[in-house]
């Protein structure tokens, strides 16, 4: 299980950016891993935003976002970004990262777990 943090999250008014970070362990290698990005707004189930696969960055996005968010990677930190762009009132929720070995997907069921994530919130 690879351990990531997540940050970034705050306050903005819609049509904002924001950028999240998601770090793992120095140490750790992520050359066989693909990391996502998922959300979770009040009262709904989690959402499937994006994932990047270390090795080829290659990347998926949820229709939702698409054209607004970008994923990428700096492999000297470890760390995954989500740059958020136009920021909706609807983009509000927490925001989880997770990683798994292989390719990415957008089926949620796939990712092995969550870690507290970070809130993101959207006023109009």
């Known amino acids: 299980q690879v351990q990531l943090v997540e940050s970034g999250g705050g306050l903005v008014q819609a049509g904002d950016s924001l950028r999240l970070s998601c770090a793992a362990s120095?140490?750790?290698?992520?050359?066989?891993?693909?990391l996502g990005w998922f959300r979770q707004a009040p009262g709904k189930g989690r959402e499937f935003v994006a994932a990047?696969?270390?090795?080829?960055?290659?990347?998926l996005y949820g229709n939702s976002v698409k054209g607004r968010f970008t994923v990428s990677r700096d492999n000297a930190k470890n760390t995954v970004y989500l740059q958020m762009n136009n920021l909706k009132p609807e983009d509000t929720a927490i925001y989880y990262c997770?990683?798994?070995?292989?390719?990415?997907?957008?089926?949620?069921?796939?990712?092995?777990?969550w870690g507290q994530g970070t809130r993101v919130t959207v006023s109009s």
């Open positions: 120095p140490r750790r290698n992520l050359g066989t891993y693909s």
């Open positions: 990047i696969k270390w090795s080829d960055d290659t990347t």
């Open positions: 997770t990683a798994r070995l292989s390719v990415v997907t957008d089926y949620e069921a796939m990712w092995p777990g």
